[in-house]
């Protein structure tokens, strides 16, 4: 007997046997046909006042984890005030934890209930995003992914946890107070997998890690890089897929975001900081993306994949030829692009 | 000897041995990269007096193809006012024509010079776009798009031609005035690689075409069709990438867009039209891209691939969690947007 309507799962995921692409259908944040309606685009509202985000400690329960000026804490311990990161989960889940997949075949498609979790990282200031952080602010937030990171990895049925910000506007932000999401879901994507396997097929090829190439390759050209410390590198890749795009990378081969140390998260805060301090200061507060992609967390060896940050400006709009052939027109060099970034 | 700077072809193409994915470097159109500055976004200008399309018939030497009333004409013969459409190559190209690729490996990368064609197809009209176009106009327009196709798929280097629609500034439209463009260009695009491959494997295993079982599917499924004639149907696709996707294909099993008859033709027209009239009834003219997936023409067979257009509204932003992933969120499930749209 079909379900009743009201028990249906409120997410599901749907794959096409073409693409192999997934895509989430998320009916629990559904909105009726006539709200797509085209309206006048208004500019994201920074009222304090009304903000979702800026009372958020009074949601006491809900909190997943506190940081207090750098450090973790346990409970906000009476002083509603004593936070500057929290997580919550997000009010209108892409993806809702449950104890089952109810995989399904219908027609040619596969499809799955949308289970996982979706979570929302908030720093306390309301104005002051990413690119205006102090070096500890920065960790802080490094700090929390991290955290967040380990405790989404081991839930059942997950294999993947996305963790990505967008900030402004153009790049898909609907609050204005900085925040960054996270998303662990039970299926690896499109993109993630062919990239594991082409970097799987390059080790056997070759017995290089393909990604290690790239970085030695860019240290010695040096035209595209923005930025290095010990531990990380920024570059603007030689195959750009937007303007001003920049990959933070550890230097030293590591396959898993996880097991990243204290003292490595420190050189990333500081490569994450200039590279979003650059271009703050040199697009005059562009809306971007950024994201981790890093090996998947399905229990099998990914020792060629290389973890890495994307962070892609919005300086232009994805059109009918970028999305019909999944080739990007970028009108900036890389090489410019860097030589710019670096003088910021 | 390196070229020098001045003797530098003005776009590139470049890909990734990772997501072999390319993208075109297009210097030509480069602009500095202060210009990237954020501005406050301005509604796209209707004007006119400075339209660059309302007069494009004075650049007379420049037209590549010309209809007049549904026919093709060789010139203007006099009149300049004696067209309803015209195609002239873009002045802002992203590839442009050369007797040599230029082929290189550079590093762990390739690369080669940005060979090909980019045109633009103008309807007369400056202000009704294709959804309130009568079907003798928009027909026009499919005719159009074949002639262009047949031309530019047999120039040399050319192995993929994509026939693509931006309409709203949201949708990456730069110019108000209704236009199409084409690119013809010497790689075959990830996206269509992937499909093309899959498609393949689909019938090797099941000696079945993959599209026809999901058109199958869809007819009696019922609840995402959303418009059929007797040569097309229209359907919000089971795996929707965005809101009122919608995807308009050829009922018989056709791999090759250039083959379509005349007769055919008038049926396309009719599904297109009736596509793009709901969209504009219903969400009140939405920004939108359509583009055509059809069979490579680089001479090898593609029996198992059918050829087909996709309509993708742009009702939300691609945040960090696509760009990321390439796993869409979409807030309205595909047989309640097939519903409405049924309804306009």
């Given at each position: 007997?079909?379900?009743?309507?009201?028990?249906?799962?409120?997410?599901?995921?749907?794959?096409?046997?073409?693409?192999?692409?997934?895509?989430?259908?998320?009916?629990?944040?559904?909105?009726?046909?006539?709200?797509?309606?085209?309206?006048?685009?208004?500019?994201?509202?920074?009222?304090?006042?009304?903000?979702?985000?800026?009372?958020?400690?009074?949601?006491?329960?809900?909190?997943?984890?506190?940081?207090?000026?750098?450090?973790?804490?346990?409970?906000?311990?009476?002083?509603?005030?004593?936070?500057?990161?929290?997580?919550?989960?997000?009010?209108?889940?892409?993806?809702?934890?449950?104890?089952?997949?109810?995989?399904?075949?219908?027609?040619?498609?596969?499809?799955?209930?949308?289970?996982?979790?979706?979570?929302?990282?908030?720093?306390?200031?309301?104005?002051?995003?990413?690119?205006?952080?102090?070096?500890?602010?920065?960790?802080e937030v490094m700090d929390v992914y991290h955290g967040r990171y380990l405790n989404l990895m081991s839930k059942p049925?997950?294999?993947?946890?996305?963790?990505?910000?967008?900030?402004?506007?153009?790049?898909?932000?609907?609050?204005?107070?900085?925040?960054?999401?996270?998303?662990?879901?039970?299926?690896?994507?499109?993109?993630?997998?062919?990239?594991?396997?082409?970097?799987?097929?390059?080790?056997?090829?070759?017995?290089?890690?393909?990604?290690?190439?790239?970085?030695?390759?860019?240290?010695?050209?040096?035209?595209?890089?923005?930025?290095?410390?010990?531990?990380?590198?920024?570059?603007?890749?030689?195959?750009?897929?937007?303007?001003?795009?920049?990959?933070?990378?550890?230097?030293?081969?590591?396959?898993?975001?996880?097991?990243?140390?204290?003292?490595?998260?420190?050189?990333?805060?500081?490569?994450?900081?200039?590279?979003?301090?650059?271009?703050?200061?040199?697009?005059?507060?562009?809306?971007?993306?950024?994201?981790?992609?890093?090996?998947?967390?399905?229990?099998?060896?990914?020792?060629?994949?290389?973890?890495?940050?994307?962070?892609l400006p919005k300086t232009a709009i994805m059109a009918g030829f970028e999305l019909g052939t999944g080739i990007e027109i970028s009108t900036i060099e890389p090489e410019v692009a860097a030589e710019f970034l670096?003088?910021?």
């Amino acid at each position: 007997m079909a379900k009743k309507k009201k028990d249906k799962f409120p997410s599901e995921l749907r794959s096409d046997p073409i693409a192999r692409d997934w895509v989430i259908i998320a009916t629990g944040r559904a909105k009726r046909p006539e709200t797509f309606k085209r309206e006048t685009k208004k500019e994201l509202a920074a009222d304090i006042k009304t903000c979702p985000f800026c009372h958020i400690e009074k949601e006491k329960d809900k909190i997943l984890t506190i940081f207090s000026k750098g450090k973790e804490i346990k409970n906000l311990d009476g002083d509603l005030n004593n936070w500057t990161s929290l997580v919550v989960p997000n009010k209108y889940p892409a993806l809702v934890p449950s104890s089952s997949l109810n995989e399904k075949n219908v027609g040619p498609y596969k499809k799955m209930d949308g289970v996982g979790y979706h979570e929302v990282v908030i720093t306390r200031d309301h104005k002051r995003s990413l690119g205006q952080f102090t070096l500890k602010e920065v960790k802080e937030v490094m700090d929390v992914y991290h955290g967040r990171y380990l405790n989404l990895m081991s839930k059942p049925f997950i294999k993947y946890v996305s963790i990505f910000h967008n900030h402004g506007k153009e790049a898909g932000a609907s609050i204005f107070h900085p925040h960054s999401q996270i998303i662990a879901s039970p299926v690896i994507d499109p993109d993630l997998n062919a990239a594991v396997l082409t970097s799987e097929e390059y080790y056997k090829k070759h017995k290089k890690i393909v990604y290690c190439e790239m970085n030695e390759w860019e240290r010695k050209e040096k035209t595209r890089v923005v930025f290095e410390n010990k531990e990380f590198m920024v570059i603007c890749p030689f195959v750009s897929k937007a303007a001003f795009e920049m990959i933070v990378s550890p230097k030293r081969h590591l396959p898993y975001f996880e097991r990243i140390t204290d003292e490595e998260k420190k050189y990333l805060a500081e490569a994450m900081q200039v590279a979003l301090q650059k271009l703050y200061k040199g697009l005059n507060n562009p809306s971007y993306n950024f994201y981790l992609h890093t090996s998947p967390c399905d229990g099998k060896d990914y020792f060629f994949y290389h973890w890495h940050f994307t962070i892609l400006p919005k300086t232009a709009i994805m059109a009918g030829f970028e999305l019909g052939t999944g080739i990007e027109i970028s009108t900036i060099e890389p090489e410019v692009a860097a030589e710019f970034l670096r003088k910021q």
